[in-house]
Antibody, heavy 126, light 114 residues
Framework: QVQLQESGPGLVKPSETLSLTCTVS??????????WSWIRQPPGKGLEWIGY???????NYNPSLKSRVTISVDTSKNQFSLKLSSVTAADTAVYYC??????????????????WGRGTLVTVSS | DIVMTQSPDSLAVSLGERATINCKSS????????????LAWYQQKPGQPPKLLIY???TRESGVPDRFSGSGSGTDFTLTISSLQAEDVAVYYC??????????FGPGTKVDIK
């Protein structure tokens, strides 16, 4: 049974970089069948997709966050990671890692999320 | 970006009664070449991550009870819980995956017991 587990600091100072890691157990990030994603949810609010990475290293980011986001994968550790730079209080949220089922239009990919980690709350505050 | 809206914001339904949640997209999410609607539904119970219920607007994920059903096409979609159980108390989200990036979610509908 595949499980995802987020880890990283729960408190980040404004203007610094948020860094989180997702460890995949019971399965492999090297599976070519999935995209590995990050999604966030501000307290009491809705869901925002941040980006995904494929095992090959190819990435796709939300245009609204693209300038500040980097997602990477470490296949040797079966992990993928999120870095979000120049954070502000607006970046306070529960951050989820998730597995996405992909498919392809002639013009590009589509995906939806079939497995989620339990999430980790990251607070941006001095 | 495609904007997703949901109605109502919340609803309270008696145990065993039907619950109906609506989702509307600002553009059609129907791909005419295969007649598929690129729309998913998720359930998020308190303190838990979202769980995939339905994809392709009407295909239940493995293990999801058959009291959950999805319908609709184009821009208007519905999630129906045919007979509400206590364990169905949750927030329900729709998500479009037709126009990407980004995929976008609705704001959620909270379902409670009356």
């Amino acid at each position: 049974q595949v499980q995802l587990q987020e880890s990283g600091p729960g408190l980040v100072k404004p203007s610094e970089t948020l860094s989180l890691t997702c460890t995949v157990s019971g399965g492999s990030v090297s599976s070519g069948s999935y995209y590995w994603s990050w999604i966030r949810q501000p307290p009491g609010k809705g869901l925002e997709w941040i980006g995904y990475i494929y095992y090959s290293g190819s990435t796709n980011y939300n245009p609204s966050l693209k300038s500040r986001v980097t997602i990477s994968v470490d296949t040797s550790k079966n992990q993928f990671s999120l870095k979000l730079s120049s954070v502000t209080a607006a970046d306070t949220a529960v951050y989820y890692c998730a597995r996405a089922r992909p498919g392809y239009f002639p013009w590009g990919p589509y995906w939806y999320f079939d497995l989620w980690g339990r999430g980790t709350l990251v607070t941006v505050s001095s | 970006d495609i904007v997703m809206t949901q109605s109502p914001d919340s609803l309270a339904v008696s145990l065993g009664e039907r619950a109906t949640i609506n989702c509307k997209s600002s553009q059609s999410v129907l791909y005419s070449s295969n007649n598929k609607n690129y729309l998913a539904w998720y359930q998020q119970k308190p303190g838990q991550p979202p769980k995939l219920l339905i994809y392709w607007a009407s295909t239940r994920e493995s293990g999801v009870p058959d009291r959950f059903s999805g319908s609709g096409s184009g821009t208007d979609f519905t999630l129906t819980i045919s007979s509400l159980q206590a364990e169905d108390v949750a927030v329900y989200y729709c998500q479009q995956y037709y126009s990407t990036p980004p995929v976008t979610f609705g704001p959620g509908t909270k379902v409670d017991i009356k």
